[in-house]
C-alpha cells in the first residue's frame, strides 16, 4: 500500500512564497508519476503540476506556470512542489496523488491517480 503525507502549507501574504513536501511511503518511488493537485471550496479538483517516473519530466497547469516548480527526490521518496509569487486566488487544499502506468496525455487527470494524500491547506492573503 502507497501512502503519501503533505507538509509545508500554511498561511502566506500575496506575493509570498511556500514550498510544499509530500512524503511517499513503498520501495517503488521511482515508478511513479506524481501530480499536485488543489482544490478550493466549491471548485473542482484541479491539476496544479505533475512529475512523471520516466525522465523527470514536469508538467503544469496553466494558471501556475512560470510561478511554481516541482521537483523530485527519489532518494528521499519525496517531491516538492515550489510556490512563488502567490496570490489568492491560489488558495486551497493541495493533494498529492501518485499513479502507475498513466500514460503521457493523462498526466493532467485526477482521475488517473491512484493514492493520495490527505492535503495541505494553503491560504493567501491579500
Known amino acids: 500500500q502507497v501512502q503519501l503525507v503533505e507538509s509545508g502549507g500554511g498561511l502566506v501574504q500575496a506575493g509570498g512564497s511556500l514550498r510544499l513536501s509530500c512524503v511517499v511511503s513503498?520501495?517503488?518511488?521511482?515508478?511513479?508519476?506524481v501530480g499536485w493537485f488543489r482544490q478550493a471550496p466549491g471548485n473542482e479538483r484541479e491539476f496544479v503540476a505533475a512529475i512523471r517516473q520516466t525522465g523527470g519530466h514536469t508538467y503544469y497547469g496553466d494558471s501556475v506556470k512560470g510561478r511554481f516548480t516541482m521537483s523530485r527526490d527519489n532518494a528521499k521518496n519525496t517531491v516538492y512542489l515550489q510556490m512563488n509569487s502567490l496570490t489568492p486566488e491560489d488558495t486551497a487544499v493541495y493533494y498529492c496523488?501518485?499513479?502507475?502506468?498513466?500514460?503521457?496525455?493523462?498526466?493532467?487527470?485526477?482521475?488517473?491517480?491512484?493514492?493520495w494524500g490527505q492535503g495541505t491547506q494553503v491560504t493567501v492573503s491579500s
Open positions: 513503498g520501495r517503488t518511488f521511482s515508478t511513479y508519476t
Open positions: 496523488a501518485a499513479g502507475r502506468g498513466i500514460i503521457l496525455s493523462s498526466t493532467f487527470s485526477a482521475r488517473q491517480y491512484s493514492y
